[in-house]
C-alpha cells in the first residue's frame, strides 16, 4: 500500500508561483510512474501531469501546459509540481499518486489518496 502526503499549497495572488511537495512511502518508489491530480470547488477530480519512473517523458493537461512542471527525487522519495503564472481557474485541492505511466490518466485505477493540498489562486 502506497502512502501519499501532500504539502506547499497555499493562497497566492495570480501570476504567483508555489511548488507543491509529496511523499511517496514504498519500498520500490523508483519503479512507479508519478502523477498530480486536482480537485476544484465543486467539480470532480482531473488528471493534472505524471511522469514515467525514469523522468523521460512526461505529459500535463492541456491548460497548465508551459505554466506547470512535475519532477521527482528518487533518493527522497519525493515528486513536484512547480505551478508558475498561476490563474484563478488553478483553485483546487491537489493530490500526486504513483502507478503505471500508460494508466496516470485514468484516475479509477488508484484505490488509495492522500488528504491533498489546498491551492487557492485569488484574481
Known amino acids: 500500500q502506497v502512502q501519499l502526503t501532500e504539502s506547499g499549497g497555499g493562497m497566492v495572488r495570480a501570476g504567483g508561483s508555489l511548488n507543491l511537495s509529496c511523499v511517496v512511502s514504498t519500498p520500490i518508489f523508483s519503479r512507479y510512474a508519478l502523477g498530480w491530480y486536482r480537485q476544484p470547488p465543486g467539480k470532480e477530480r482531473e488528471f493534472v501531469a505524471s511522469m514515467t519512473r525514469y523522468g523521460d517523458d512526461k505529459k500535463y493537461r492541456g491548460s497548465v501546459r508551459g505554466r506547470f512542471s512535475i519532477s521527482r527525487d528518487n533518493s527522497k522519495n519525493m515528486v513536484y509540481l512547480q505551478m508558475d503564472n498561476l490563474k484563478p481557474e488553478d483553485t483546487a485541492v491537489y493530490f500526486c499518486?504513483?502507478?503505471?505511466?500508460?494508466?496516470?490518466?485514468?484516475?479509477?485505477?488508484?484505490?488509495?489518496w492522500g488528504q491533498g493540498t489546498q491551492v487557492t489562486v485569488a484574481a
Open positions: 499518486n504513483a502507478g503505471t505511466y500508460a494508466t496516470m490518466w485514468d484516475l479509477k485505477t488508484f484505490t488509495s
